[in-house]
């Protein structure tokens, strides 16, 4: 109901914003989006053309994703600050999100995988922040955008393959990438295999990084088309308010925006279990 009256009293002038104040500004460098309109975009609305409106719309994103990040470092800075024995509640819900994300990990890359808590804890909490703020009002999610979630993958990226040259050597790293060839028959394709399994590493930052953005913009479509048809029915009814079509999405929302911070850090768990050493990774298996 807040978004469908937000967009009812603005008098459709963020609706519009939101499909076409994209593609104005920049000189046509922005592409139309359909999402519910941000704080940021409410702001420009009321600016005359300048640097700093053209700043605010090309850097929105960007700007939404430091500022909850710089919440999230305040949040933990309160929490751990000043531990006691007894914790208080912010304390309390801080740790047990951190045992939670801590036992996960661990259960799929073994005690070791302890050492990698606090890089792939960090990623799930950012990423879920970012996944839920675009079902606030005036919010908008970073990662409905393809530059966060592709930012996002490459640090991934450069992580895993971080871990497994430093893990398996040089040598072992190359031979990771050639299938760990043992017999002769192997070693001869070793030309075919090495091929594959490069293209094969830069598809998992690539596919990381759509599956995000595809979900998270499928969810502000979503929004935005339900709010819009709850303005919509207002002169068939004469409605005083907008009507709130849009509350069932908005708990799917906060369902999906969960699921898909687990499933990037999942499967970023996994890639990082793939190029530990062989004995390591048949120990978390047992």
Not at 29 to 36: G, K, R
Request: contains cysteine; negative net charge.
């Amino acid at each position: 109901m807040v978004w469908t009256n937000l967009i009812e009293h603005l008098g459709g002038a963020p609706l519009h914003l939101a499909n076409t104040e994209a593609a104005t500004h920049a000189e046509g460098a922005h592409e139309a989006v359909h999402e519910l309109p941000s704080l940021i975009k409410l702001i420009t609305t009321f600016m005359d053309e300048s640097p700093l409106k053209h700043f605010l719309l090309e850097w929105e994103g960007m700007i939404y994703a430091f500022v909850i990040a710089a919440l999230l470092i305040l949040v933990a800075h309160l929490a751990a600050r000043n531990p006691r024995m007894i914790p208080g509640r912010l304390q309390n819900v801080v740790e047990m999100v951190v045992e939670g994300l801590s036992n996960f990990i661990v259960g799929v890359l073994g005690p070791e995988g302890r050492g990698f808590v606090p890089f792939l804890g960090t990623l799930f909490v950012y990423i879920l922040a970012m996944n839920l703020s675009g079902v606030l009002p005036l919010g908008k999610s970073p990662t409905s955008s393809p530059n966060t979630t592709v930012a996002l993958a490459l640090c991934v990226f450069a992580y895993v393959h971080f871990i497994g040259l430093t893990r398996n050597g040089p040598v072992g790293y190359l031979k990771h990438l050639a299938g760990n060839p043992k017999s002769l028959v192997e070693w001869l394709f070793v030309p075919l295999m090495l091929p594959i399994h490069v293209i094969g590493e830069i598809a998992r930052p690539v596919s990381l990084s759509l599956r995000l953005f595809g979900n998270v913009t499928g969810e502000d479509v979503l929004l935005f088309a339900f709010c819009s048809l709850g303005v919509t029915t207002l002169a068939a009814i004469g409605s005083p308010v907008g009507i709130p079509f849009q509350v069932p999405f908005i708990l799917l929302a906060f369902m999906t925006s969960f699921i898909q911070a687990l499933v990037f850090t999942l499967l970023s768990t996994i890639y990082i279990l793939l190029w530990l050493p062989h004995e390591h990774a048949e120990e978390a298996h047992h």
